[in-house]
């Protein structure tokens, strides 16, 4: 079973998760995901400062990790 990620989730743990979601984080507008600062930001926090929807992009993370499990 894959990791679940939450809006509790910084984006260092999801990078470290799998380094793929760095790719589904940029396809949703969260363009800094390389940037130091972000690594301790929690998703919630990171979605606000750049005006993403959370619960949208969680979406998208969790289905993302779901489909490399079939």
Do not use: W, Y
């Amino acid at each position: 079973m894959a990791a679940k990620i939450t809006k509790d989730t910084t984006i260092g743990e999801i990078l470290q998760i799998n380094p793929q979601l760095a790719g589904v984080l940029m396809a949703g507008g969260m363009h800094c995901v390389g940037c130091p600062s972000s690594q301790g930001e929690t998703l919630e926090e990171a979605a606000m400062v750049h005006g993403i929807e959370t619960e949208l992009l969680l979406t998208r993370l969790n289905a993302f990790l779901e489909a490399l499990e079939k």
